[in-house]
C-alpha cells in the first residue's frame, strides 16, 4: 500500500509499547471461521472492487466483473467511473475488502481511510493518519448501498488502520476485523518516534461499535501489511506483505503460512515467502480464493504496485506454496490497484453485467 515510509519505519529495539500500563488488551481465541472454501455451482462469475491510483478522484472504489467462470478476463463497472464515493473523514478510499454477513442477506464493503491525491504525506498518512475506517453496507444483490460511514477501530496510539478485512467468527457471533498500525508510546503524542507495522484485530457485531485492538502480528521491527486469509478444503492459509525494506535477497514481496489447526490462532508456520520474486517485482494486497468450477484450484492476486497493478497467479498445490504466474489472466482497464475479488451468484453476476 505505500512504498516512502522505508526510512521511517524503523524501530528502536527498547520500544516497549506493549508492556506497558496502558498497553493492548490480550489476545483472545477464535476457533471458528466462517469462509467459502469450496468449488461451488451456484457461482457462476466474479465480482472485483479496487481503487486505482494515487491521484485525485482515484481513491474511491471501483469495480470489475469477469467476462464469464473464469477471473482470466474483466469488463469494468459504470464506465471504469467509482461504484461508491466516500463523503467521510479524509474522502478517499483504498484497499477495499468485502465479507458477507453472517445470515447471508447482504455484504460489508471496508476501506482505508486515506487520501493521498489531497497532498496528505506518506508520512503524515502513517503517523498521523485516520484510526477510522470507512463501511458501507449492501443488498444481497451488491446493487443497494448504504451510504458510507466512518467508524474509529484504535485508539490514539495508533498512527492509522490500513487495509480492514473482516472474517466471521462463528464461535463469538461477531466479525473480527484485521488492519495494520503504526503504534507509539502513550507520551509520544505526536507521534514522532519510531515505529513498525504490526496487524491489529479488533471485534465488531454491528460494524459500529468496536472491541479494544489487539496485536495480532508482530514480527518485531519488521512492517507487516495488508494481511488476508485463504481457506481451502483442509487447510487455512494467510497471506501477509513483508515491509521490511532491507530483507534479502526480495524484499517487499508477500509470504504464505498456515494455520496449525485450521483457526486464526493457530501456530503459524511458513509455507514460502517472497510470492513472485524473479517474475514480478514488489507486490502488496494479496487477494486469494478457490475457483469456482475446479476446488483444487486457487488463485492468488497480488498488486505489483510500481508497474502493472495487479497480477495473477493459481496453484493446484497451495499446500506447498507452489504459485505459477497466469500469463493469459488480464486486470481490469483502469488499471486495478489493492482490492478484493469475490465469486457471484447469477443474480449478483447478472446485476453487475448490466452496468457494463
Do not use: C
Amino acid at each position: 500500500m505505500w512504498t516512502q515510509l522505508k526510512k521511517t519505519l524503523l524501530v528502536a529495539g527498547s520500544f516497549a509499547l506493549l508492556s506497558t500500563s496502558g498497553g493492548l488488551a490480550s489476545p483472545l481465541r477464535h476457533s471458528s471461521i466462517n469462509l467459502t472454501t469450496r468449488a461451488d455451482s451456484s457461482y457462476v462469475g466474479y465480482g472485483f472492487y479496487y481503487f486505482i491510483g494515487n491521484g485525485a478522484g482515484q481513491e474511491q472504489i471501483f469495480a470489475a466483473v469477469s467476462r464469464d467462470n473464469s477471473p482470466n478476463s474483466w469488463d469494468v463497472v459504470n464506465s471504469g467511473q467509482p461504484v461508491l464515493v466516500s463523503t467521510v473523514g479524509t474522502k478517499g478510499v483504498r484497499d477495499p475488502s468485502i465479507v458477507r454477513s453472517a445470515d447471508g442477506s447482504s455484504f460489508y464493503l471496508l476501506a482505508t481511510d486515506l487520501n493521498i491525491g489531497s497532498g496528505t504525506s506518506w508520512s503524515d498518512a502513517a503517523q498521523r493518519g485516520s484510526r477510522s475506517i470507512v463501511v458501507w453496507k449492501s443488498e444481497d444483490d451488491l446493487a443497494t448501498w448504504s451510504q458510507p460511514k466512518l467508524v474509529e477501530v484504535i485508539d490514539q496510539r495508533a498512527g492509522s488502520a490500513w487495509a480492514p478485512e473482516a472474517l466471521y467468527n462463528e464461535q463469538t457471533g461477531e466479525y473480527d476485523v484485521y488492519f495494520s498500525s503504526q503504534l507509539f508510546a502513550e507520551e509520544d503524542t505526536h507521534h514522532t518516534g519510531a515505529s513498525y507495522y504490526r496487524i491489529m484485530r479488533s471485534s465488531t457485531k454491528d460494524f459500529e461499535n468496536f472491541s479494544e485492538a489487539q496485536v495480532y502480528v508482530d514480527r518485531h521491527n519488521d512492517s507487516t501489511l495488508d494481511l488476508t486469509f485463504l481457506k481451502t478444503e483442509d487447510s487455512l492459509y494467510r497471506f501477509i506483505k513483508n515491509e521490511n525494506p532491507t530483507s534479502d535477497p526480495h524484499p517487499l514481496t508477500v509470504y504464505q503460512e498456515k494455520s496449525s489447526d485450521g483457526t486464526v490462532d493457530g501456530t503459524w508456520t511458513k509455507v514460502t515467502e517472497n510470492i513472485g520474486a524473479g517474475v514480478i517485482g514488489a507486490n502488496e494486497g494479496p487477494t486469494g480464493f478457490v475457483d469456482n468450477q475446479d476446488a483444487s484450484k486457487t488463485w492468488l492476486y497480488v498488486d505489483e504496485y510500481n508497474n502493472r497493478g495487479y497480477v495473477a497467479f493459481n496453484s493446484i498445490d497451495a499446500a506447498q506454496g507452489k504459485w505459477t504466474l497466469d500469463g493469459n489472466a488480464g486486470e481490469p482497464s483502469n488499471h486495478a490497484r489493492h482490492g478484493t475479488i469475490i465469486p457471484l451468484n447469477q443474480n449478483q453476476y447478472d446485476v453487475l453485467r448490466s452496468q457494463v
